[in-house]
């Protein structure tokens, strides 16, 4: 018992030498100062700099996120307005509305060009990238729809050079009172936006045959072959989203002939009825199999 007794107080002892060196290491930790900080230091009062033109950057990339989001929505819903053209809807109406609702995108993209003034467009690309694209694609359908063939270039920028305006503080608008201004449109997002327009051709080519239009995807065919060939031109080295989607726009060429093969070969075979089925269901294939490979 004793024995047992002295090996309990033995350990009781070490413990307590144990914790007493914690506590004076932590004694030491408490009692340190913390070094004190010239705010004077030139050093300090350049990262002080930098650390405002970095909050005002990230807070800039956060508003033209947030208006690129903006736009694509409602780019989105002007064309999906403009495929109404083969529902049975007058032409003329459906094109008038989708105008108007362009007009109210470039609104939300005159904000971006006052939010981008005096700044470097590519610092802040990726921000307005996917709402240019998506308002590229619009203004495309709509065009085409218009029978103006493919929009160019120097026409999407036109319309994006906003004029000196002065409205009212009070009046409700996404682009108030402001400076000329001027949004820039890179070659390259341009030609990405003309890229997603093939896909509503091939979209377009689809409805149109269930609408009863028969003659319409061969003129789809032959302007998506000339986009193509056109495209075919250009090395893609230098933006891997160009080539994606060069792939994509072969895709839709791939259906848009294949619809066209069906209608010359074996459109006396199947009712005109049938025909939209069955440019679904190979449609459904082509995604099935791509999404395999």
């Not at 004793?2 to 060196?21: E, L, P, T």
């Not at 060069?246 to 848009?256: A, G, I």
């Amino acid at each position: 018992m004793a024995a047992r007794s002295g090996h309990r107080g033995g350990f009781h002892g070490g413990h307590h030498k144990r914790n007493s060196g914690k506590d004076r290491v932590s004694h030491q930790k408490i009692s340190r100062r913390e070094p004190k900080v010239d705010e004077n230091s030139p050093i300090i009062a350049s990262f002080r700099t930098y650390q405002a033109l970095m909050d005002r950057k990230n807070d800039k990339y956060e508003r033209l996120v947030k208006i690129s989001r903006d736009v694509t929505i409602q780019s989105k819903r002007a064309i999906f307005h403009i495929h109404r053209i083969n529902s049975g809807v007058d032409k003329t109406t459906v094109l008038k509305e989708a105008d108007e609702k362009l007009i109210a995108v470039r609104e939300k993209l005159c904000q971006i060009a006052l939010e981008l003034q005096g700044e470097d467009l590519y610092q802040y690309i990726r921000a307005i990238s996917p709402g240019l694209q998506e308002y590229i694609e619009a203004v495309a359908f709509y065009h085409y729809c218009l029978g103006n063939g493919l929009v160019s270039l120097t026409q999407v920028q036109s319309d994006l050079e906003f004029p000196a305006t002065e409205k009212p503080s009070t009046e409700d608008s996404d682009c108030p009172s402001h400076p000329a201004v001027t949004l820039y449109v890179p070659p390259v997002e341009y030609m990405l936006g003309l890229a997603d327009f093939t896909g509503e051709l091939m979209r377009l080519c689809i409805t149109s045959v269930s609408s009863g239009d028969m003659d319409l995807p061969f003129q789809l065919c032959q302007f998506m072959r000339e986009v193509y060939h056109g495209f075919s031109s250009f090395s893609y080295a230098g933006s891997w989203e160009l080539s994606r989607k060069m792939h994509t726009l072969r895709q839709s060429l791939h259906k848009v002939e294949n619809a066209c093969y069906t209608l010359q070969v074996r459109g006396l075979e199947i009712p005109k009825h049938m025909l939209a089925d069955v440019f679904s269901s190979a449609d459904s294939e082509d995604t099935g199999r791509n999404d395999i490979t």
